[in-house]
């Protein structure tokens, strides 16, 4: 208002009150960007005004920092925004249906899973929300999932100086492949070593 008529900015400036409680009996909101957003009912409004009904936590966090930073004072953003009546996104945030199709893509005919850093960091943040392990979640979905076995690094030096076996023979023995087997041959060395 203040580029297209100074006039009319000074007229409601100085009735403000009173428009203000016009406007909101008629369903219209006034969002006034000249203020800082203190009052939770301004940072409401603001998000109204740039989102409409559904927040992107991740567009807001990007290109309205002050914004997000301080409705981050106020408590966790998602749960804030939550509470004022919004949807809240994010960018890159799996949903539920898109975390089922992407297992569903990911399953072998026996339904078991091998899973990608990008989905196995989704099923993870859901099975921490919910206090229960990846395999429990997994497995409530439907999957089956058998996570990477943990590898002693004394065990593969074990069997490749003292039992001579290859690396390949090791691999086969420990349910891993050649490289991994040959990573964890030079862990273990390296470990003596410090030693």
Excluded: C
């Excluded at 989704?122 to 099975?127: D, F, N, P, Q, V």
């Excluded at 076995?149 to 023995?173: G, H, N, Y």
């Amino acid at each position: 208002m203040k580029k297209e008529n100074i006039r009319h900015l000074q007229l409601f400036q100085s009735q403000r009150k009173l428009v203000e409680k016009e406007l909101w009996d008629q369903g219209i909101e006034v969002l006034d960007d000249l203020t800082p957003l203190y009052s939770e009912e301004s940072q409401r409004r603001y998000l109204k005004y740039h989102y409409g009904n559904e927040v992107n936590v991740t567009d807001l966090m990007l290109n309205h920092r002050a914004a997000y930073l301080v409705i981050q004072n106020r408590g966790a953003v998602r749960d804030v925004i939550a509470s004022w009546g919004f949807r809240v996104v994010y960018e890159h945030l799996m949903t539920d249906d898109m975390l089922k199709k992407e297992l569903a893509a990911k399953a072998d005919e026996n339904r078991k899973v091998k899973l990608s850093r990008k989905l196995y960091g989704a099923l993870l943040y859901r099975a921490n929300q919910r206090g229960i392990s990846l395999v429990d979640l997994v497995e409530e979905l439907g999957y089956s999932y058998k996570p990477r076995p943990v590898i002693d690094t004394a065990k593969v030096r074990e069997l490749r100086d003292e039992q001579k076996k290859s690396f390949s023979e090791i691999a086969e023995a420990l349910g891993i492949s050649r490289a991994s087997a040959h990573n964890h041959y030079k862990k273990a060395t390296q470990e003596l070593k410090s030693q």
